[in-house]
């Protein structure tokens, strides 16, 4: 029979990105996927800041800004009755070289290292792939289905459907990251629990060339990301990274009504071709559990949202860096138990903190269309009133900072937990460096983040000049075989910004512990965050 270390499910964005993050440590995988590549079919479309950070980590960020949208193309929101028509609502956001700049700018720890990046799933699927497939560990196989598994003390054996029929494959873990309607949660006999097909849409993917270079048509908006029309169908266009291409969400009767709306939501013109129509359902669920023995799950598999605030792919992206790097340490044999059991205590938290923004973000749209009648227009007070309200609620999707950087493990047996903490909010992003954050982002120099310095395994951060300490604290680590370096900078900016002498940073840069002085207890503290610690 066949083997590997760890066997993916799905080869969307989250499987591939878990493939390169254990394919960079020397781990080797099988993704399988039932489709027969990487298609062409319209879904998410903006990498937030914090996944932005994640793929500048991997080495991936600079292809992915290459590959998407242009960095001079304004973000834009509009709230509109068509594209001929003046907006009612405009909401400015920077292009990634504005961005880029005011955050180059940026002397304190306030802002991600990289801003977010329109790239439509369709482009990033395939980058993804071919650095997971340059990576020597890892391989991908398409036209492969998973069908069932059965798992003991030792591994899983997975039971596959493929071009060369039925076969069996024996990995130590297994990782179902295979979207929402998810075999591999099915085959725990995990349930999904929420809010489901709140809303029935259809997507249409359109060619359409000539439409960006002739934005504003009329008095209508100006060149940007998303157009929501005022209308009784929910139309939502949404411009992808080619520019050339759109996409619309709307409530139609059938799959030829979209070709119409299309033409109704421009309000002019133009020459385009509709490239795929499909329906998809609005949903907010939550997986009771993120796995059971060694097989865990990730990504859509055991969270959907509404992408109203672009917390899909994103937040799976966040789970597959959390448990990358576990599994790597208990496959490298320095993990103790508590630390892959700590992948669902870290990130199921998160998922349902997402759950509850996209659910904020997407009331906010409901409130201002429940709004909406056409007679608006004839009254000047009580349109002033509409622009108001939508303004605002708008707000609630498109500015996310707090969930996209903000979220702090709490409750994790691997993180030596500070009681209190400040709150954590969707909308504004407090640069805490509380133990269970990520760490923030600071210039050390021109273009060197702090993040960029940090190494693969633990990492201990010495701001204060306590070399004798972070040495100490090192070693503690290394006695339970985890990889850990120092990083010393006892440099008084950082210090001042970061509140405290000593860091310990885990591989995926999240602050496990911090202080002025070595703890009383180090061997007890890389106990704890090595997963060795009795619960
Ligand atoms: C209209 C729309 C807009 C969106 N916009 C955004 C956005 O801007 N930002 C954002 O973060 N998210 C957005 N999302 C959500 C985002 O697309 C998903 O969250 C993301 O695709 C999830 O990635 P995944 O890898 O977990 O799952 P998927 O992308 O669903 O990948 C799962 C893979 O598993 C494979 N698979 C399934 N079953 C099996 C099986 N039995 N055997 C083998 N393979 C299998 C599938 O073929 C698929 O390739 C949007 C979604 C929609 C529908």
């Known amino acids: 029979m066949e083997q590997t270390e760890v066997l993916i499910v799905g080869a969307g964005p989250v499987g591939l990105t878990l493939a390169i993050d254990l394919g960079q440590r020397g781990i080797r995988c099988r993704v399988i996927d039932l489709k027969p590549g990487p298609e062409f079919l319209p879904k998410m479309e903006r990498c937030n ?8 980590r991997m080495g991936l960020a600079e292809k992915i800004r290459t590959a998407g ?13 068509s594209l001929t028509h003046a907006p009612f609502v405009h909401l400015d956001y920077p292009s990634v070289r504005a961005a880029r700049a005011e955050i180059a700018a940026c002397e304190d720890t306030s802002l991600p290292a990289e801003p977010y990046q329109l790239i439509s799933q369709y482009t990033l699927e395939p980058l993804l792939r071919d650095a997971a497939e340059a990576l ?9 289905a998973f069908t069932g598994l ?3 003390a030792e591994g899983v054996t997975a039971r596959l459907t493929g071009p060369d029929g039925d076969t069996h494959i024996r990995a130590a873990y297994l990782v179902g990251c295979d979207g929402g309607a998810s075999a591999v949660r099915r085959a725990l006999g995990i349930g999904l629990r929420g809010e489901g097909d709140l809303l029935r849409l259809r997507q249409a993917l359109y060619r359409c060339d000539d439409l960006f270079g002739r934005l504003p048509i009329g008095d209508g908006p100006g060149r940007g990301r998303h157009y929501h029309i005022t209308d009784d169908r929910h139309s939502f266009l949404i411009m992808q990274d080619s520019t050339r291409h759109w996409t619309l969400h709307a409530v139609v009767e059938d799959d030829a009504a979209m070709a119409r709306q299309f033409e109704t939501v421009v309000g002019a013109p133009v020459d385009y071709e509709m490239l795929y129509v499909g329906e998809w359902k609005q949903n907010l669920l939550l997986a009771d559990r993120y796995g059971a023995g060694r097989v865990f799950l990730a990504g859509d598999a055991v969270h959907l949202v509404i992408p109203t605030g672009g917390l899909g792919m994103n937040t799976g992206i966040g789970d597959a860096v959390d448990l990358g790097w576990k599994l790597a340490a208990t496959l490298r044999g320095w993990a103790g138990p508590a630390l892959l059991a700590s ?20 009331t906010g749209r409901r409130k201002w269309r429940g709004m909406w009648h056409e007679g608006l227009l004839e009254d000047s007070a009580a349109l002033a009133g509409f622009t108001r309200t939508a303004e605002a609620e708008q707000r609630k999707t498109n500015e996310m900072i707090g969930a996209e950087l903000g979220y702090r493990y ?10 209190g903490g400040p709150e954590q909010l969707f ?6 460096a509380w133990t269970g954050v990520r760490l923030p982002h600071a210039w050390v120099r021109p273009g060197t983040s702090l993040l960029d310095l940090a190494g693969p395994g633990f990492t201990v951060l010495d701001l204060g000049g306590n070399a004798e300490a972070a040495a100490t604290l090192a070693a503690a680590l290394e006695a339970f075989r985890a990889p850990a370096e120092v990083l ?29 002085a070595l703890p009383a207890d180090p061997a007890a503290l890389a106990r704890t965050v090595t997963g060795h610690a009795l619960p």
């Open 49 to 56: 800041a914090r996944t932005m950070e994640i793929f500048r």
């Open 69 to 81: 949208l242009d960095a001079d193309v304004p973000m834009d929101v509009f709230i509109t009755r």
């Open 136 to 144: 020597p560990g890892v391989e991908i196989c398409y036209d492969t």
């Open 150 to 152: 059965d798992q003991d």
């Open 343 to 362: 992948y669902e205590a870290e990130r199921r938290p998160v998922g349902d903190r997402n759950i509850g923004a996209s659910r904020y973000a997407s």
């Open 410 to 419: 709490t409750g994790s047996p691997v993180i030596w937990e500070e009681p």
């Open 427 to 432: 909308r504004s992003y407090d640069p805490t």
């Open 488 to 516: 010393s900078l006892p440099d008084p900016r950082l210090r001042d910004l970061y509140g405290r002498d000593l860091f310990l940073l885990r591989p995926d840069l999240h602050i496990a512990w911090r202080g002025n």
